[in-house]
């Protein structure tokens, strides 16, 4: 069936997808293509082909062997492979249809009659060959929607994978980010510590008040505080990390790594390669199509239909006989069926596909300007976090410097112990904000690589090309 599609994205889809080249003519997808971006709006960089195989950037052998633990015995993605496979004997069966059918049956039976008394033997079988022709192609568009159903769950699979690859190498980020804020809870502990020692000795000397040891020792305990909380932080996302690879979740899963700076540019491709790179997208096309199929189906219901059955059998009183050359007997039947009145069924199950098949319409766009809008914003926001990150690693430095010179001034009794609480805030918040706007990058580096339907692994077999 011929769509009218308006909106000039799903165009560009049509002239992309090989599989669905006479959708619109060449002159509709000229000017659908004009109307497309050439390139995405927050791009600072050349439009270079995405790069896959992104994972091999990390260059640790702990987090690959946690991603090829997580695909071989997350739940999850075991439940989408059988899902696959499902759909896959769902393809067979329905393509079974457009074959003949060969049955075998056969009935044995033994009666009495009382008048006069007599038993009676009766034994009959029947090899029927039967095969409906598929006249109006009917069969057909049955097969085609459920080798498209089958094509879209594949395309799902892979999109779980992707995804399930990105929230693990996340989640072990996430883990070494939280072991980098324990570290500086845990130093800045320390740091309370000598604090009150210098303290509590100068107020023995009468040289602090009560009030500069009280606050010094609040800040201490606030800092054990934090300690406690980001421990059960750091052991909830190493739990986390663990489920995601289909193990128990003990929280003992030991990860010793750096949070890298990723600064180096990623080749974003051009907006149309989007279409034929991201599994999503094919998955979410290839319902759409289905839809079609289905419609196409349910179309055909309403048409006459052909059946041809030929029947090879015999009846004897004893079972020794069947088939006995002599006695076989045969017949040929064709026949042709066609509804004439269902109190509207047919039509109303025709209107219904018809209206899935606009209502999947509005959801394979959805998904595409979703797509869309998820590298916009992942770009929008890497280039958000390099400033961020880079004005906050100044922010660092001048806070240690300035705490660590209010508190050589209150010694000096030049600023109150308030300064010096002040300052140590402000030295707090820059260092454990460089670690969140580290880890962010990295996060945003892989949501990025997944918005863009690169490969973690190996390269896409989509092909760019009509």
């Known amino acids: 069936m011929i769509w009218q599609l308006k909106p000039s ?53 702990q987090v690959f062997f946690l991603v090829e633990q997580a695909l071989a015995n997350n739940q999850q993605i075991l439940q989408s492979g059988y899902d696959v496979a499902i759909k896959q004997q769902q393809l067979i069966a329905t393509g079974a249809a457009l074959w003949p ?17 007599s038993y009676n033997n009766a034994s009959s079988a029947n090899l029927t060959l039967s095969y409906e022709i598929d006249l109006w192609g009917k069969l057909s568009d049955a097969q085609r929607q459920a080798n498209l159903e ?11 994978k992707q995804r399930l690859v990105g929230d693990v190498v996340s989640g072990w980020f996430n883990v070494i980010s939280a072991q980098k804020l324990l570290a ?68 003992a899963l030991a990860v010793d790594a750096e949070l890298p700076l990723l600064d180096k540019p990623i080749p974003l491709g051009l907006p149309s390669e989007l279409i034929t790179r991201k599994p999503s997208l094919i998955a979410s096309w290839y319902q759409l199509l289905s839809t079609d199929a289905n419609l196409a189906y349910a179309h055909k219901q309403r048409f006459p239909s052909l ?62 300007y979703d797509a869309f ?42 600023v ?10 402000r030295s707090f918040d820059a260092q454990s904000s460089v670690i969140e706007i580290k880890n962010q990058l990295i996060i945003n580096r892989i949501n990025l690589h997944i918005a863009l339907g690169g490969d973690f692994s190996q390269p896409t077999n989509a092909s760019t090309e009509q």
């Open 101 to 117: 059918s060969l049955d075998l049956s056969t009935r044995t039976n033994r009666s009495k009659d009382n008048r006069p008394v």
């Open 307 to 368: 059946d041809l059955s030929a029947t090879l059998g015999d009846s004897t009183d004893r079972v020794s006989d069947l088939f006995s050359p002599s006695s076989l007997a045969w017949s040929l039947v064709g026949s042709i069926s066609m509804p004439l009145f269902d109190a509207g069924r047919l039509k109303a199950n025709e209107e219904a596909a018809r209206l899935a098949v606009l209502s999947q319409e509005q959801n394979y766009l959805a998904s595409l």
């Open 9 to 61: 994205l799903v165009a560009v889809s049509v002239l992309l997808l090989s599989a669905c080249s006479n959708q619109l003519n060449r002159t509709e997808r000229a000017q659908d293509i004009a109307n497309t971006p050439e390139l995405w709006q927050q791009a600072t960089t050349s439009a270079l082909k995405v790069e896959d195989n992104w994972l091999q950037q990390l260059e640790n052998p």
């Open 416 to 425: 109150t112990y308030t300064t010096v609480l002040d300052a140590q805030d």
């Open 150 to 160: 089958f094509l879209a769950e594949q395309a799902n699979f892979e999109q779980s």
């Open 373 to 414: 809008n998820d590298v916009e914003q992942a770009i929008s926001q890497e280039q958000s976090l390099q400033q961020r990150y880079q004005a906050t690693l100044k922010a660092q430095e001048n806070a240690i410097a300035a705490e660590q010179l209010s508190f050589e001034q209150y010694q000096s009794g030049l």
């Open 184 to 251: 500086l809870y845990q130093q800045r502990e320390k740091n309370a510590e000598q604090n009150l020692a210098i303290i509590e000795s100068g107020y023995r000397q009468g040289l602090n008040a009560a009030l500069d040891v009280y606050l010094t020792r609040n800040e201490l305990n606030t800092e054990r505080s934090r300690i406690a909380g980001q421990k059960a932080t750091l052991n909830q996302a190493i739990r986390t990390l663990e489920r995601l690879t289909g193990d128990y979740p003990k929280g």
